[in-house]
T-cell receptor, first 116, second 114 residues
Framework: DTGVSQNPRHKITKRGQNVTFRCDPI?????LYWYRQTLGQGPEFLTY????????KSRLLSDRFSAERPKGSFSTLEIQRTEQGDSAMYLC??????????????FGPGTRLTVL | GDSVTQMEGPVTLSEEAFLTINCTYT??????LFWYVQYPGEGLQLLLK?????DKGSNKGFEATYRKETTSFHLEKGSVQVSDSAVYFC?????????????FGIGTKLQVIP
């Protein structure tokens, strides 16, 4: 079990630039989630994929944000025209296909974004 | 909407002291409840969970009981160690029969001193 991996671990960018983060879930997990965590707060849900389908997006995900999971494996989260308010830790989690019960979400180490 | 309220930290305890971190929730129906832990420099890890009323989750000496009557899921440990120093997040997930969108509390930082 290699766990959920995220790259890069840290990203510093200037305001107005575009950034892209990658998440590789645990290999047999078909569900993938993105969360955002700002300093001193708990993670907040951004979006969810089941296989390659994006099934829910939070209203936190403005039109500058886009997420994809093209082959139902890894996922990317892109932020266009970054703003200082986008500075946060971006967390990815995955979980296995469930049978209607509670699936434990396994989190990656996160990508810390700093927008200057 | 769903929400989780947990005590603000930081909490500072001496080694071998008793730990309680309070957590209450607001949700419709019967959510599943979780405690996650985040050690310095690491990602979130599931510490324990409970999926129905009166269930007790336990792991690594930590325990929490799902109390529907008081909508609470307080975390306890009888004797903390320096290695328990971390941020602890209470969380809930509604039962949807499908995916779970987890709602987290703000986190409580625990510092254990020798």
């Amino acid at each position: 079990d290699t766990g959920v991996s995220q790259n890069p671990r840290h990203k510093i960018t200037k305001r107005g630039q575009n950034v892209t983060f990658r998440c590789d879930p645990i290999s047999e997990h078909n569900r993938l989630y993105w969360y955002r965590q700002t300093l001193g707060q708990g993670p907040e849900f951004l979006t969810y994929f089941q296989n390659e389908a994006q099934l829910e997006k939070s209203r936190l995900l403005s039109d500058r944000f886009s997420a994809e999971r093209p082959k139902g494996s890894f996922s990317t989260l892109e932020i266009q025209r970054t703003e200082q308010g986008d500075s946060a830790m971006y967390l990815c989690a995955s979980s296995p296909r469930g049978g209607g019960g509670t699936d434990t979400q396994y989190f990656g180490p996160g990508t810390r974004l700093t927008v200057l | 909407g769903d929400s989780v309220t947990q005590m603000e930290g930081p909490v500072t305890l001496s080694e071998e002291a008793f730990l309680t971190i309070n957590c209450t929730y607001t949700a419709t129906g019967y959510p599943s409840l979780f405690w996650y832990v985040q050690y310095p420099g690491e990602g979130l890890q599931l510490l324990l969970k409970a999926t129905k009323a009166d269930d007790k989750g336990s792991n690594k000496g930590f325990e929490a009981t799902y109390r529907k009557e008081t909508t609470s899921f307080h975390l306890e440990k009888g004797s903390v160690q320096v290695s328990d120093s971390a941020v602890y997040f209470c969380a809930l997930s509604p039962y949807s029969g499908g995916y779970q969108k987890v709602t987290f509390g703000i986190g409580t930082k625990l510092q254990v001193i020798p």
